[in-house]
């Protein structure tokens, strides 16, 4: 998707009132573009950052059923070119070469996907900088959202974990 793809995407999710259709347009989002092309906008609006855990979870898993059908694909490829009179040799290897490919490609994406994380990891740097700053009355409130990142961060270990196990 392009640029303009994401800027039509991200002017549709401004206008959205309902949960259902604000996590189906973030979907897409994360699904489609690099994190570092969207996370100002989302970072910036803590109902959308507090919708990501989910979103990634969601976008992981699918991104790992597609893996293993690839990876499946793949095996049936090999097993095929095992064949002494495949007549199809060559379109098979083509076929194996675009299914690694299309790994690659889904492992690049968990790795952006994982950046998000980096992300939240860094926002906790400034909140804990921030939190030396601060009076009591707000010291409550960022010691709350510390805790709300460390969370996200556990989770989004926790499913990177899961997904690493599935390869």
């Known amino acids: 998707m392009s640029k303009r793809d994401l800027s039509k995407l991200l002017s549709e999710l401004s206008k959205l009132k309902t949960e259902e259709s604000i996590l189906e347009c973030l979907i897409r989002i994360v699904r489609g573009f690099n994190p570092s092309e969207y996370k100002d906008v989302v970072f910036s609006n803590p109902y959308y950052k507090s919708l990501l855990p989910e979103i990634k979870d969601f976008v992981l ?44 490609e889904i492992d690049e994406r968990l790795k952006e996907i994982s950046v998000l994380k980096n992300s939240i990891s860094e926002e906790i740097d400034g909140i804990d900088i921030e939190l030396k700053k601060v009076d009591n009355e707000n010291e409550k409130t960022l010691k709350e959202l510390k805790k709300d990142c460390l969370s996200m961060i556990y989770e989004i270990d926790e499913r990177l974990k899961e997904i690493q196990s599935l390869s």
């Open 61 to 104: 898993k699918e991104i790992s059923v597609l893996k293993n059908s690839i990876s499946e694909e793949i095996d049936g490829i090999d097993i095929e070119l095992k064949k002494v009179d495949n007549e199809n040799e060559k379109t098979l290897k083509e076929l194996k070469k675009d299914c690694l490919s299309m790994i690659y």
